[in-house]
Each structure stands twice: as C-alpha cells, then as structure tokens.
C-alpha cells in the first residue's frame, strides 16, 4: 500500500504521524511510503533520515494526499486537508468530530473511510491509541497550571508546592482515568494537596490504593464538585466520554465562586471541554480569563513535547497502521478494536456517540458497507 505522511499544519503543532522508525517498519512490510518535506522537522527529524528508512518525500502535502490509499497523521484535518480525501483513501489520525461539525460535513462529503485514534479500543476495553497522549497531556496540565498561576500570568502568584511553612496549591481533578492519574500524581509529586473526583468507586479505590493516601479522593455528585471547586486553586477537567460531547461539569457560576487568579484547566477540551466558559486556545495564545479566573485550552497540549509525544504515539498505532496498510478496509472487518475506532465510511457515519453528538443519521458498518 502507498501510505502517506503530510506535515501537520495546525497551529503549533510539531508531531508527526510516522516516524522514521516507524517508516522503516511500514518498508520491511512491504510498503510504500510518501513523506512530505519537513514533516518531521517538529521532532528534529530531516528529510534524509526519511529517506534512510526508505522513504519518498514529496514537496508538497497536495502530492501525499493525491498519491496515497492511506494517510497517517496526528491531529485533526484542517479544512486545506479535507477537501484533498476521497473516497476509498483512508485516513488515520485523531478526529474528535463530537464538537467539530464542520469537519464532520467535509469528511462525509469526502467519501473518505476516516479511523479515529482515540475510538479505537483494546481487548481490556481500553483506548490504547488515547492512552499515551492523555498521558503526556496529563503531566503537562501541572506544567500549565504552574505557569498559570504565576502573577505575570495573570494567577494568584501561587508556588504549587508552597514552601515549608506556606500552603502548597489546592489542586482538583476532575476524572480519575489516565489524564487525571497523571496529573495527580505530577501534582502530589510538587508537594500540592490534591483531589481526585470520579463516579467510579472501584476507580477511586483503585487510586486511593495506588496514592496510598497522598490523594484525596471525592465521589462525584453535584454537591461535590461544587465544594472542591470553589476552594480550589487549580481545577483539572479530565472527563472522556469515548467520542462523545464532553458533559458541562463546572457552570459558571461554579467557577465564579473561586478565588480571583485560580485557574482551570480543561483537557477535555478536544471533545468541546467540560467548563461551561471553555473555548479552545493555541500554544500561541494559551490562556484567557472570565470571571476572574485564568482558562488554559489548548486543544493539542501534546504538541508542545512533540519528540515524546511523536514516540510514544507511533509506539501504539504501529500495529493498527500496519494492519491497515496490509490488509485496506477488509482489516476494519476483521478486527473489532478497529471497527471501534471507523467514524466515517463512504459518506456515512458509523460511531454512534459521535452521530449522536452532532444530530446526524448514525449507520452501523453493516449496514454502510452492505
């Protein structure tokens, strides 16, 4: 198959959907691969270490769209890119369509077969090709919030670690999945007090247990979130519904109550963010202020570290990609934790979260590939 890899073109994003390394593994398979020039200058990648792993670079992303069945990238396409799909090429990459209407339109216009990353899922009933990203989303969010917090910021001027003698940060996470374990556990590293909030007991058992008591943990109801919110320093949003909308959490008159300078961050914003005062922001402009209170959004946190973020990504999409380069759209087929992740076929949506989300006919693959 001729698999093809464009340069991200989304505002400061530096990943990049193959590797070399990755590329080596897709030429010992057996197939071509289209590189655009510079795709991998993000992560200190040159055109020739492509092309030592047996790669072809193209000039321009119009050449790897036009010759490729497969596309591989990272985020999103951005309008440029849409209108380049057609029907029968596959598109790899991370969609979260849920809040993006109008990508949806253009996808389905393209009749394009369009895999998300973050549906796909794993034996255990887990989202391995989400995991690592939420990840190293997760630890990034204390980074923002640190950031955020200082006074040149626009924060509290407030250390997340205190010092001995002076209050740490009161830092609430809400969500207790992979996003929210990590933040935490980058929290209770800093010395912060910490509060984890979830609806799942065994998950917050579970936690209780791996924090051995570093970490607070709430069940999540209505009067829970409102108290820890409103006494925090730092609110996490760490919420997934897998390929859904993102519930409104936190109202704002909930965020109103805290203190002037707090700050919030939502990760959950790729899904249209749990903050009813979420919008999403770039690496270029991250932050924003209402009521008070500082809002970090930025859609593509893991861009900010693409050479970790670019790896580790690779690391679990490898072997889905390959399986879609050797077998085409009869590997969807064959394989459920694919199916899962297939959003888009031939004009018709085919995950049911995301139809529903954005009000449109909704077409299980049985009946789109009939």
């Known amino acids: ?39 991998g200058a993000g992560i200190g990648a040159s055109d020739e270490e492509y092309r030592k792993a047996g790669a072809t670079i193209a000039a321009a992303a119009r050449e790897v769209f036009a010759s490729s069945e497969m596309v591989v990238k990272v985020k999103e396409p951005q309008p440029s890119e849409w209108v380049q799909l057609r029907e029968n090429q596959i598109l790899f990459t991370y969609l979260h369509l849920a809040p993006d209407p109008e990508q949806a339109k253009g996808l389905l216009k393209s009749g394009c077969t369009a895999i998300a990353y973050e549906t796909v899922t794993d034996s255990n009933g887990g989202l391995p090709l989400l995991a690592p990203m939420s990840e190293v989303a997760g630890r990034l969010t204390i ?10 910021s626009g924060g ?16 609430v996470v809400i969500g207790g999945g992979v996003v929210g374990t990590h933040a935490a556990r980058m929290a209770a590293g800093l010395g912060a007090e910490v509060t984890v909030i979830d609806r799942s007991i065994n998950r917050l058992r579970e936690l209780d247990e791996l924090f051995e008591g570093r970490v607070r943990t709430r069940y999540s109801t209505i009067d829970s979130v409102e108290e820890e919110v409103s006494a925090a320093d730092v609110v996490i949003g760490a919420v997934l519904v897998p390929g859904a909308s993102a519930p409104k959490l936190v109202s704002r008159k909930m965020l109103s109550s805290m203190k002037q300078g707090s700050v919030v961050v939502d990760v959950a914003i790729d899904q249209g963010g749990c903050f009813e005062t979420s919008r999403a922001t770039t690496h270029a402009d991250p932050t924003y202020e209402v009521d008070g209170v500082i809002h970090y959004c930025v859609a593509n946190m893991p861009g900010a570290v693409p050479l970790t973020s670019s790896q580790a990504l690779n690391n679990a999409t490898l072997p889905f990609g ?23 076929y031939r004009g018709r949506l085919t995950y049911k979260a995301v139809a529903e989300s954005l009000g449109l006919p909704f077409s299980p693959i049985e009946q789109a590939a009939a």
């Open 143 to 152: 980074e923002a919030a640190g950031a955020a917090l200082k006074r040149y």
């Open 322 to 344: 390959l399986a879609l380069a050797n077998k085409g759209f009869a590997a969807v087929l064959e394989n459920p934790h694919l199916r899962a992740g297939l959003n888009v």
């Open 1 to 39: 198959m001729q698999v093809g890899v464009p340069k991200e073109i989304k505002t400061h994003e530096y990943r990049v959907g193959l590797t070399p390394g990755a590329v080596r593994e897709y030429v010992a398979a057996g197939h071509q691969v289209l590189v655009e020039a510079n795709a």
């Open 156 to 171: 509290r001027g407030l250390l997340i670690g205190g010092v001995p003698g002076v209050q740490p940060a009161r830092i």
